[in-house]
């Protein structure tokens, strides 16, 4: 793969950036109406997915930073984003031109004020791994096999200017409303500050590490604050194949419920008993040992979550909740679902359709033991979005709804669900993790 000697930092490079895939995107469709000539639909639309998603990830990935981030966010998006883009945009998970060697010296050379083979033992000048935010490389120091994960320069300094180029596609792809949008819009640039910030990092890694130790199957890097900067990320190496990868093996069902359940105990600890949670729940954030151990190897996106949501967030997870229909409505005014100016037509439509939407949502969290490998529990996902993408009602709709903390607990729970359906995980025990918590603490 070549290597990246510049990445666009200024405004206006990484605007004429976005405008150049919008041009070939333009191109696109005039070939698209071409093949509807001689093509049936499906295979013309087909092949336009195919070259956009082609086009808009060529551009994102010579950016990287924020813009490719969106990507990734939109590679998890399984129910409402075409095949085509799921898949292309998935490469920026872990598969990204890296920055060229002369760049990441002078990236160690402004924080260390030296070269990394003068700071390590051995280093690795090739990356072994290259995302939207940085990239990774393998060192020793002393015997210790390491994992270096070095920031691309101006990620941080971009972040205001690519979410201003990519608000008006997210405005219109996810439906929001310019009024009342900032805060949905100053909470993902706030994560994004933070993901960048790698002293943080480092900080809530160390934090979640030691709180969720007693989880069994679970195993977290050791982290060296000495070879760590703001944008310099040092920790153990640790062994073991991507998530993907490690699907990709076939593995047997009891391997895949080992880590399904794992994955979920990880994740139901967090939020119960941290009320913070590792936000960013996709492939290229965990490894598999060869003893089938859950690895988790990045932090730098922790979602801390108010009691005043926690509350009736997961109170509406309980299906007698849901059939009281007094006690429902109250908590949708608690999550700013409804609103005091609702008109009544307002308040028995969305009620009525968070109420679909929540009993299929929650169905795992009432029941002992679910299968997430059922094909008929994410199809209905699907379905349920697609009806939501046409209704003239809430593309017509006067506001936004909905607390600014449901992006990242929606995010995190869209992610979970997915990794746990790609593994084909089965027989997951719900509420196995306050068994353990029980026990070991």
């Not at 808009?56 to 981030?69: F, N, Q």
């Not at 990734?72 to 031109?97: A, G």
């Not at 349920?384 to 709709?397: A, D, H, T, V």
């Not at 936004?400 to 729970?413: A, D, K, L, Q």
């Amino acid at each position: 793969m070549k290597t990246l000697n510049k990445i666009p930092t200024g405004k206006i490079e990484r605007t004429t950036n976005l405008l150049k895939a919008g041009a070939k995107v333009g191109v696109n469709y005039i070939k698209y109406y071409g093949n509807k000539i001689t093509k049936d639909e499906d295979q013309a639309k087909q092949i336009l997915h195919e070259d956009n998603a082609a086009d808009i990830y060529d551009s994102l990935k010579e950016l990287k930073g924020s813009a490719l981030k969106v990507a990734q966010m939109l590679s998890m998006e399984k129910s409402i984003m075409p095949q085509q883009y799921v898949e292309k945009f998935s490469l920026s998970q872990f598969s990204v031109p890296p920055l060229s060697g002369a760049l990441v010296k002078k990236s160690f050379r402004k924080y260390f004020g030296k070269n990394p083979e003068d700071l390590f033992d051995v280093f690795s000048a090739e990356s072994v791994n290259a995302a939207s935010i940085g990239q990774v490389h393998k060192a020793k120091k002393g015997g210790k096999e390491l994992a270096v994960k070095i920031q691309y320069p101006g990620v941080r300094e971009s972040i205001s200017t690519d979410l201003k180029m990519v608000k008006p596609i997210a405005m219109r792809m996810f439906n929001i409303q310019k009024e009342g949008s900032e805060s949905y819009f100053n909470e993902v640039e706030e994560k994004l500050y933070e993901e960048t910030d790698y002293e943080l990092e480092i900080k809530q890694s160390q934090e979640i590490a030691a709180a969720c130790k007693h989880l069994p199957n679970l195993k977290f890097p050791k982290y060296y604050p000495e070879f760590s900067s703001e944008r310099v990320i040092t920790m153990d190496w640790m062994h073991g194949l991507h998530f993907s990868e490690y699907i990709s093996t076939n593995p047997s069902q009891e391997q895949r419920d080992k880590i399904g359940q794992t994955l979920w105990n990880f994740y139901m600890y967090q939020l119960h008993h941290l009320r913070k949670v590792h936000a960013d729940p996709h492939p290229g954030n965990f490894l598999i040992s060869a003893k089938d151990e859950l690895q988790v190897i990045d932090f730098g996106c922790i979602k801390e979550i108010p009691n005043d949501f926690y509350v009736p967030y997961f109170e509406l997870a309980k299906e007698e909740n849901l059939n009281n229909q007094e006690y429902f409505i109250k908590k949708l005014y608690e999550l700013e679902i409804l609103l005091e100016k609702d008109s009544v037509e307002e308040k028995q439509f969305f009620g009525e359709l968070f109420h679909e939407m929540l009993r299929l949502f929650t169905k795992p969290f009432n029941q002992e033991t679910f299968d997430f490998s059922d094909e008929i529990f994410f199809a209905q996902i699907a379905e349920l979005g697609q009806k939501y993408s046409k209704m003239n009602e809430l593309r017509n709709m006067n506001t936004n709804r909905g607390s600014r903390h449901f992006i990242y607990m929606n995010r995190t729970f869209f992610g979970l669900y997915n990794m746990l359906h790609d593994l084909k995980a089965k027989d997951i025990e719900i509420n196995q993790w306050q068994t353990i918590s029980l026990v070991t603490i």
